[in-house]
């Protein structure tokens, strides 16, 4: 049926003959030949266009020039409403914090971080340079800076004229406050303070809710510097300024005035210099309209004996424009065009099914085999594909190595047999050039009306179920469903708040005592980083930390975490530090900086660091996380290697690797007591631990039966929730004073997390 049925010799030749035989552009000499004379043509009527325009243009800029005060009005228009979409921005961030406040507490009580709420952050254009909390009798509860001990008169005299909305908003709860926009009364004000021309945000503390209104949330930013900056460039003014008076300004001026109309300064600005009228401006008209002239006749002899190429240029532009060059195959365009149609032919009883093939380790096949090899495996599946389907499918190529198929389709079922068959005609092997390829094709479909309606969506659930497919194993077939869609999604809104979580100092780190072997004397502690979402609450870092490996955050997390738990560590110096490193961290080559850089800052002894590396640091590049790891431990650090057992503990990593301690994984830990040979296999890890000089350490010990057993096992050191659960830095240090860790005793406030899970 296809080259893949003969001999190998045979289907050698034949992809030869298949490559031989798809339609190749044009060559450059016949490219040449059947353009010079549109080249010509379209050179000449473009000279004569270019002098007529001239021409014209001259002449208009003669008889009518710029109207100067019509581009002095548009510019003030401009600068107007840029200033106003100020105020509303800077109403907008005011209304933010008070949120921020209201959300810590009651109305009336000022939080403890308020200086925080108070300073100055965000873009520099919309920093205030002065805050103030002020509460319903006039006095000031707080302010930014910190210094300042009584409200400006002028931000006095406005508060008292201020009248929050009355009725439903004060009915509003504090947990549906956040889902109504503009509940809450912003305005905006421009007032003198400190003799200064100023943007007033004012706003209630907590309005829509019980005790509504007890404090007033001031902000204020002065009228220059960044924001009249931001504002020119905005408004597209040049030398954009505001003065007080009119006459510090030159060139054109807008007044500025408040709400009662009173002029509180003025904004100017820059206009272009006018050049004149040079002489040689008007000979342009004469000379252009002869050139015109010449040029017209001479694009018109050309253009006629360019008929004949322009038909043979546009037969070959409509051809490229529509297919592949490689295969001959319709390319991305005219499948999405093939899709269109079908789906607006599409009969009551059919479904249309679009197919996304993805070849796999094509890229490994480019570098190994060299890209020639890739082309020609390229043309030879496009003529699998098309033997395998029926005529009336559609198939197209529609990027390197990724195929689509559009077809009609009684039942997904139909949809679901092509695409097996289309994977397993790609799935035998491949002969090319003596060389036998093996790939396979991940493959993900979506049916109309069932998944979509358009092109559009249709190709982006389809190609959605094959990356998904791909993601599974490889050499699988997914149709699509919504739940693909939900966890892309999910993933979407984890990775943006955690890039805020990042920005913002929203993440935080717990720490789980780690106990001698007696279960009786505190050794160490782990730290694990936590983070509390606004809205969802506790997110455990097996859902947000895979996130942050696959969006690029890994780096900027780890380093928080490891900064954070050295700088709480000087807190107790009787105990080690144990800190998980990811493998994506390992195999950054900053890593060793960073965390002599957090050591350098931190202050405390390198001895007392233990850093924890999976199993998975060694698959990719063993060597290279060996070279990396010796360079962590020339820094004075130990390494441990976390959750051992659980993946391919290989004894050759053990004996080469440069680690101190074994660190048992809770699975092994979790049997004691239940399974013998549970027992027998955890004593055989520690006799091994043992005869490589290495400590041994069990997590997950939750009963006071698995820590005898491991006492009497040999384990060096334990942790679990039999001794306490994470905690956050402050209730561990109030452990600390308790001097001893008793078995059974819950000593932290902890969570409801896993335990151990790396940061």
């Keep these: 049926m296809g080259p893949a049925d003969s001999s190998g010799e045979g289907r050698a030749k034949n992809s030869d003959q298949h490559a031989a035989e798809v339609p190749r552009a044009p060559t450059p000499r016949a490219w040449a030949g059947a353009a010079r004379p549109v080249s010509g043509s379209v050179l000449a009527l473009a000279a004569a266009l270019a002098c007529g325009l001239v021409s014209v243009a001259a002449v208009l800029y003669l008889v009518v020039r710029p109207d100067d005060s019509a581009a002095v009005e548009r510019a003030r228009a401009s600068v107007s409403r840029t200033f106003g979409e100020f105020r509303s921005v800077f109403g907008d961030a005011a209304l933010q914090r008070a949120r921020a406040i209201s959300a810590t507490g009651a109305a009336d009580v000022i939080p403890v971080d308020i200086e925080q709420h108070l300073a100055p952050g965000g873009l520099p254009q919309l920093r205030h340079r002065w805050a103030y909390l002020v509460r319903r009798d006039g006095s000031l509860a707080a302010a930014h800076p910190a210094g300042v001990r009584n409200v400006p008169q002028p931000v006095v005299s406005y508060i008292a004229t201020f009248k929050p909305a009355e009725g439903s908003a004060r009915d509003v709860l504090r947990s549906d406050a956040a889902l109504i926009d503009r509940a809450v009364p912003v305005q905006t004000e421009v007032l003198l303070i400190e003799q200064q021309p100023a943007v007033v945000a004012v706003v209630p503390v907590g309005a829509g809710s019980p005790g509504a209104a007890e404090l007033t949330l001031v902000l204020a930013a002065p009228i220059g510097g960044p924001i009249v900056d931001a504002m020119g460039a905005m408004a597209g003014v040049r030398g954009l300024r505001f003065d007080t008076e009119p006459g510090q300004a030159s060139g054109p001026l807008h007044s500025q005035t408040d709400s009662r109309g009173r002029i509180v300064g003025w904004f100017g600005w820059e206009m272009p210099d006018d050049a004149g009228n040079p002489a040689w401006l008007w000979l342009l008209p004469v000379f252009g309209g002869a050139a015109f002239l010449g040029f017209a006749g001479l694009s018109l002899v050309q253009i006629r004996r360019a008929a004949g190429g322009l038909e043979q240029i546009e037969v070959e532009l409509r051809r490229i424009a529509q297919e592949d060059p490689l295969t001959g195959m319709p390319n991305r365009r005219k499948i999405i065009a093939a899709l269109g149609s079908a789906l607006k032919n599409r009969g009551a009883d059919e479904s249309i099914a679009f197919v996304c093939l993805d070849l796999d380790s094509f890229k490994e096949i480019n570098e190994v085999l060299g890209h020639d090899i890739g082309d020609r495996l390229i043309a030879e599946a496009s003529e699998r594909l098309r033997a395998v389907l029926p005529e009336a499918a559609e198939i197209g190529r529609i990027d390197g190595d990724e195929f689509a198929v559009v077809m009609a389709v009684r039942n997904g079922a139909v949809a679901i047999d092509a695409a097996n068959a289309c994977a397993r005609r790609l799935a035998a092997p491949f002969h090319i050039r003596d060389q036998t390829i093996n790939v396979t094709a991940s493959v993900g479909l979506a ?30 077939i997914l149709a699509f469903h919504h739940g693909l869609e939900d966890e892309i999604n999910e993933r979407r809104f984890i990775e943006q708040e955690l890039r805020l979580a990042l920005a913002e100092n929203g993440l935080t780190v717990a720490y789980q005592p780690i106990v001698a072997g007696d279960g009786l004397r505190m050794v160490g502690a782990e730290a694990l980083v936590r983070w509390k979402h606004a809205v969802r609450g506790n997110i455990p870092p097996g859902v947000f930390v895979p996130v942050a490996e696959q969006a690029g955050l890994m780096i900027d997390l780890g380093e928080l975490v490891l900064r954070r738990a050295l700088a709480d560590a000087r807190d107790w110096p009787e105990l080690f530090i144990a800190i998980n490193l990811s493998p994506i961290q390992v195999r950054d080559r900053g890593l060793v900086r960073a965390v002599a850089s957090a050591l ?49 503990s290989s004894l050759s990593y053990l004996r080469r690797l440069p680690i101190d301690k074994l660190k048992i994984d809770k699975e092994f830990v979790a049997p004691l007591g239940r399974s013998a040979n549970g027992g027998v296999i955890l004593q055989a890890i520690v006799a091994l631990g043992r005869a490589l000089g290495l400590s041994v350490l069990a997590e997950g010990v939750e009963t006071e039966e698995q820590r005898l057993l491991l006492r009497l096992a040999g384990c060096d050191e334990m942790q679990g929730y039999l001794f306490a659960r994470p905690m956050p830095a402050a209730a561990f240090r109030e452990m600390m004073g308790r001097g001893l860790v008793l078995p059974g005793t819950a000593l932290g406030d902890g969570d409801d997390l896993v335990n151990g899970v790396d940061p």
Excluded at 451 to 459: P, R
Excluded at 600 to 619: H, K, W, Y
Excluded at 629 to 643: H, S, W
Aim: aromatic share 2%; no cysteine.
């Design 600 to 648: 350098a800052d931190s202050g405390i002894d390198p001895s007392r660091v233990v850093l924890e590396i999976t199993e998975g640091v060694l698959i990719d590049n063993p060597e290279d996380a060996k070279q990396r790891l010796k360079e962590l431990r020339a820094l004075g650090v130990k390494i441990a290697l976390d959750d051992f057992g659980s993946g391919y």
């Design 447 to 476: 049916l109309a009306p069932r998944d979509g309606e358009s092109a559009h969506e249709l190709i982006r659930r389809a190609d959605l179920a094959a990356r998904a497919a791909k993601k599974a194993g490889r050499g699988r």
